[in-house]
């Protein structure tokens, strides 16, 4: 079955370092991709999605390339900032999916500190 | 536009009781949705609705039922309440309009089953 992997957290970084949360998945066909962040206390919100490979998905700084070859959607930012603080799930919906159900994986907490 | 609703935002039961929790949207969305989120284990599908009148199992159905009331409406009913089930519940809709759909998630509701 479908299925998303992404690395364990926490992840703590220093404010303006380079950020990297991997993520791959495993799917039949070609499903859409998304990266999902929850920051304290809310529910989660979408950052960036990707819907074919080779797109790039960017909001807020972030940036996640759907690469078919290695099932990969790794997240990245330049420069983090402690409002970066958040939880961020990788996500993936089959192209064909009635109703649009969603598969998320385990979750990466970062924690930037100033 | 309030989003996605939910109510309550905690909730304590003992085992054995019977809850509703309740979720509304003003998007106009077809599709609705409820989640679990447990930790080191991401967000997990209860039940979700692709169009108003359907309902469909998720990944984590058992012990759970659910109402799509209208379509602003989707309640998620606990008969008796377990342990097993204090959880985080997210409510969310999305358009409806197929597997690259936008998620829009409720604030959730805690419940501790004691």
């Known amino acids: 079955g479908n299925s998303v992997t992404q690395m364990e957290g926490p992840v703590t970084l220093s404010e303006e370092a380079f950020l990297t949360i991997n993520c791959t998945y495993t799917a039949t066909g070609y499903p859409s991709l998304f990266w999902y962040v929850q920051y304290p206390g809310e529910g989660l919100q979408l950052l960036l999605k990707a819907t074919k490979a080779d797109d790039k998905g960017s909001n807020k700084g972030f940036e996640a390339t759907y690469r078919k070859e290695t099932t990969s959607f790794h997240l990245e930012k330049g420069s983090v900032q402690v409002s970066d603080s958040a939880v961020y799930f990788c996500a993936l919906s089959d192209r064909g999916n009635q109703g649009g159900k969603l598969i998320f994986g385990q979750g990466t907490e970062l924690s930037v500190k100033p | 536009n309030a989003g996605v609703t939910q109510t309550p935002k905690f909730q304590v039961l003992k085992t054995g009781q019977s809850m509703t929790l309740q979720c509304a949207q003003d998007m106009n969305h077809n599709s609705m949705y409820w989640y679990r989120q447990d930790p080191g284990m991401g967000l997990r599908l209860i039940y979700y609705?692709?169009?108003?009148?359907?309902?469909d199992k998720g990944e984590v159905p058992n012990g759970y039922n659910v109402s799509r009331l209208n379509k602003r409406e989707f309640s998620l009913r606990l008969e008796s309440a377990a342990p097993s089930q204090t959880s985080v519940y997210f409510c969310?809709?999305?358009?409806?309009?197929?597997?690259?759909?936008?998620?829009?998630f409720g604030p959730g509701t805690r419940l501790t089953v004691l």
């Open positions: 969310a809709s999305s358009p409806g309009q197929g597997g690259a759909d936008t998620q829009y």
């Open positions: 609705s692709a169009s108003e009148g359907t309902t």
